[in-house]
């Protein structure tokens, strides 16, 4: 027989301060005996995360730690994500999937520097959260063991985890009434569970916590001019910003347009779909000026095999795979293809609506001389030539069914 592993004596969770994390101390408390080391990682969620830290250390943890990683995360891990184009299935813009790695590595960062001998995390059994935490783990810190309590515990619902935290008397916002699963950071702000769930429902406006409604938005129209250098935002109307500000200036403005939300059905990695409602103001604005540009700055070779690629980055992302070295090398075509990804967009938003106004670069490859219908530098006589040689394929098919080499 195998002898059990001891039990970690000093576990580092990964706690948000929501449902899940704020039971998890008391219940690593009674099941494991171990200290607990809360580590609160500041992704742009809008919260108080003071308040989350007292809110740690009265359920039961020894120390709490809030670390500021915004900037990280916008440079990181949504500019790369950004510049490869990565939609996963075509909309999901991957906010809760670029976040999960870089909490989860500062989380492992911080154990291995206090000596703790265990990591956790509030990631259910039926979700991809649970993946992309412990790829990072395994990244990062491969020998430490990890406690994913909703693997382990008798707990079954979020019903009867609050009631575990209503026993165990932990303050917690959601009740049987809100019973949404929410995350947020600075990319977006998603829902799942409740209602949810029954896809004939659509999500009730009481919901959305972000973005305005279209019917609420302003009557009069917003435009805004987002600036990019090489594939990188780097501007909004003209003004240089930093990451988290730039991102900042335009989700304000796209959430009180009504701009950027989404209701879809998903493939979790696990293998089931699901349906999620996601909020991702900016994040809308920032996607739709990067693929106009691109249009404008990429040559149809490069533009047409990248789309293959930025589908399967955006898997690698989903997936938990983000430190793999299969996205670190589409990272290092990414970087050479968007070299001259560098220009302006412009676009209009208006209840809900978004419209490219204007597509400016240094590197445009469009040129009018070719593409209005006077004839200028093209020669039409040349078409004549390409066409039969394109239609080659096509043409000696039927060519050589006329006699007879097959029927």
């Known amino acids: 027989m195998t002898p059990q592993a001891p039990k970690p004596k000093k576990v580092v969770?990964?706690?948000?301060?929501?449902?899940?994390?704020?039971?998890?101390?008391?219940?690593?408390?009674?099941?494991?005996?171990?200290?607990?080391?809360?580590?609160?990682?500041?992704?742009?969620?809008?919260?108080?995360?003071?308040?989350?830290?007292?809110?740690a250390l009265t359920t039961g943890a020894s120390t709490a730690y809030v670390e500021d990683l915004r900037e990280e995360f916008v440079r990181d891990y949504i500019w790369p994500t950004l510049r490869a184009g990565a939609v996963y299935e075509h909309t999901y813009l991957l906010g809760t999937s670029m976040a999960r790695p870089v909490l989860a590595k500062r989380q492992a960062e911080l154990a291995l520097q206090l000596g703790a001998d265990g990591l956790s995390h509030g990631c259910t059994g039926k979700g991809n959260d649970q993946v992309r935490f412990e790829l990072a783990y395994k990244a990062i810190a491969p020998h430490l063991p990890i406690i994913a309590p909703w693997r382990e515990w008798a707990i079954d619902s979020r019903e009867d985890a609050i009631a575990y935290a209503q026993k165990h008397h932990v303050q917690v916002e959601q009740s049987r009434a809100n019973i949404y699963s929410r995350d947020r950071n600075i990319w977006h702000?998603?829902?799942?569970?409740?209602?949810?769930?029954?896809?004939?429902?659509?999500?009730?406006?009481?919901?959305?916590?972000?973005?305005?409604?279209?019917?609420?938005?302003?009557?009069?129209?917003?435009?805004?001019?987002?600036?990019?250098?090489?594939?990188?935002?780097?501007?909004?109307?003209?003004?240089?910003?930093?990451?988290?500000?730039?991102?900042?200036?335009?989700?304000?403005?796209?959430?009180?347009?009504?701009?950027?939300?989404?209701?879809?059905?998903?493939?979790?990695?696990?293998?089931m779909k699901s349906r999620g409602a996601y909020e991702t103001p900016g994040g809308t604005l920032l996607v739709t000026a990067h693929r106009e540009l691109e249009r404008l700055t990429l040559d149809r070779e490069t533009s047409h095999f990248q789309q293959a690629l930025s589908g399967r980055y955006a898997e690698l992302v989903y997936y938990g795979l983000w430190f793999s070295p299969l996205r670190e090398s589409l990272d290092g075509f990414f970087n050479v293809a968007q070299q001259r990804v560098t220009g302006s967009v412009g676009l209009k938003l208006w209840k809900g609506t978004l419209n490219v106004t204007k597509r400016l670069s240094?590197?445009?490859?469009?040129?009018?001389?070719?593409?209005?219908?006077?004839?200028?530098?093209?020669n039409p006589k040349d078409a004549e030539g390409f066409i039969n040689l394109f239609a080659l394929p096509v043409t000696v098919r039927p060519m050589a069914k006329a006699e007879g080499q097959y029927s």
């Open 362 to 378: 240094p590197f445009s490859l469009y040129r009018s001389d070719l593409a209005s219908f006077s004839m200028g530098r093209y």
């Open 13 to 55: 969770l990964a706690y948000s301060g929501g449902l899940d994390t704020s039971i998890i101390i008391p219940w690593l408390r009674e099941n494991y005996g171990c200290e607990v080391i809360a580590m609160i990682g500041d992704v742009g969620q809008q919260e108080d995360l003071e308040a989350a830290r007292k809110k």
């Open 189 to 271: 702000l998603s829902h799942e569970g409740g209602d949810l769930e029954d896809l004939a429902n659509a999500p009730r406006e009481s919901m959305w916590q972000w973005i305005v409604s279209p019917e609420q938005a302003p009557e009069k129209a917003e435009e805004v001019e987002i600036g990019f250098e090489a594939g990188t935002p780097v501007s909004v109307n003209g003004k240089k910003l930093g990451p988290v500000a730039l991102l900042n200036a335009l989700n304000d403005i796209a959430a009180t347009h009504g701009v950027g939300r989404t209701d879809l059905v998903e493939n979790r990695l696990v293998g």
